[in-house]
Every structure is written in C-alpha cells, then in structure tokens.
C-alpha cells in the first residue's frame, strides 16, 4: 500500500517495460507505426509530440521539484514570468529577449540568500536520439545546461538580480552536474528542517524523480496516440446548444 501510496508500485506490464528500458531490450508488441506516420520505435516515442506526453513528463519532474522546495523556500512560483526587456542586450545571440518569458520553477532563500530569488528550467532529453549518438552521457549533459544558460543566465543575473540554474534530466534517469547539485542543496535543506540523515533524504529524493521518469518513460512507449484524437471546441459547442435549447439559466 505504501508503495502505491508514494508513487513507486508499476503493474506487471509496466515492471516488464521497465526492465527493457534499464537494459536496452526492445519492449514487446509495440505497434508498427505511429500515428504521425514515422515507425514506432522507443527512441520514437520519447520525442513524439503526439499525445503531449513529453509536455507531462516535463511537468511532472517541474511539479514535483515545486513541491519539495516548499518544505524549505519561501515564495515558490510555477512558471514564473520574467521582467519585459527594454533596452537591454546579452551577450549571446541564443539569448531570450522575448517580453513574457517564463522559467519552470522560481523559489526564495534557496541558496541562503534572503534577497535573492534562484530560478530552475527542466530540459528532459533522449541520450538516443540520432544528434547524441557519438557523445559521451556527461557532454549531452553538458550540452543541454549550456544551452539553457545561454539563453536565460544573463537574463536573470542582470535584469532579475537572481540565480539561475538549468535541471537537465535523461529519460533514463539521470541529471546533470547542475541538477545533481542543486538536488543535493534541497536534500540538504530538507534533512535540516525534518532533523532526518542526510544520506536517506537524498535517496528518497532521488526515489522520487527516478520513478517519475520512469513512469513517463513507460506512458511514452505505452500511451495512446490516436489519430482520432484531436481537440475541438466541440463540448462548448455541445453545452451551449444543450442549455440554449433546455432553456437552461444560471
């Protein structure tokens, strides 16, 4: 029950998927096709947009992340906006300039500093996909976090008079140099405040975001796709034909 309750309980199919995945085993009776026309493989189905399920794999790594920085920071913010830009220039031509930016994750006194505000972006990316195939683990890392800096760092050093740090994730499981670190400091600040050992917060910390990939990764390979689905104002249409004709009022 507690592992249900906590998140960490898979069904038999999903506990197979998982083994594949761990060990690069094709997962059994995967369909052929997918629906956008390209042939379903896992490296596929970790970057298909259909079904939004890379956009749910991020937001839950955000949400969570959000969550546990609660239990110790003060004025936790959900896709923060930043200051519009006026006059201002970067350095980098990456850099992003646009007026109603956001970043994933904002939170206060994380870094100790009561004045300063610590910004988070989370890139989940595919190790497999063909652009990392002759890189190491440790310089897609790399790659990925440097491209999020050069795109927001300046922007909230200068203008926020913040920190910025990018969470940069595999789908397999595995974080950055950053992200490791960063993770360390909430474990550490969670560990002081519920008086728990250091090394048991860390682990239930990395528990959670290693099963949260996880899931996602198995709703990838296993989420429906369907070419039927495409998404219509038809309920409003239908509600607000239903009432007009029913004469139905507030």
Request: proline share 6%; aromatic share 10%; charged share 20%.
């Amino acid at each position: 029950f507690l592992l249900s309750e906590d998140g960490y309980a898979l069904h038999k199919g999903a506990f197979r998927d998982a083994l594949c995945l761990r060990y690069g085993w094709p997962p059994p009776l995967l369909p052929s096709h997918c629906v956008c026309g390209h042939n379903f493989t896992v490296e596929h189905a970790m970057s298909c947009l259909n079904g939004g399920f890379p956009s749910i794999r991020h937001n839950e790594i955000r949400d969570l992340t959000a969550k546990v920085l609660t239990e110790t920071c003060h004025n936790v913010g959900i896709e923060p906006p930043l200051q519009p830009i006026s006059d201002e220039h970067f350095r980098h031509k990456t850099a992003n300039s646009e007026n109603g930016a956001r970043l994933d994750i904002a939170a206060d006194n994380f870094w100790g500093n009561d004045r300063q505000r610590a910004f988070f972006d989370i890139r989940v990316f595919n190790p497999h996909a063909p652009s990392y195939r002759n890189k190491s683990p440790m310089q897609c890392y790399k790659i990925n976090e440097q491209e999020k800096k050069r795109a927001y760092e300046e922007r909230v050093r200068e203008i926020e008079h913040g920190s910025f740090a990018p969470l940069v994730f595999s789908i397999s499981g595995g974080m950055g140099p950053i992200a490791t670190t960063v993770y360390k400091r909430m474990a550490s600040l969670i560990a002081e405040k519920q008086n728990h050992p250091y090394s048991s917060t860390l682990f239930w910390l990395r528990c959670k975001l290693s099963f949260s990939l996880l899931r996602s990764a198995v709703m990838c390979i296993r989420g429906s796709r369907s070419s039927y689905h495409r998404p219509t104002n038809m309920f409003n249409e239908a509600i607000d034909l239903s009432c007009s004709e029913s004469r139905i009022s507030n």
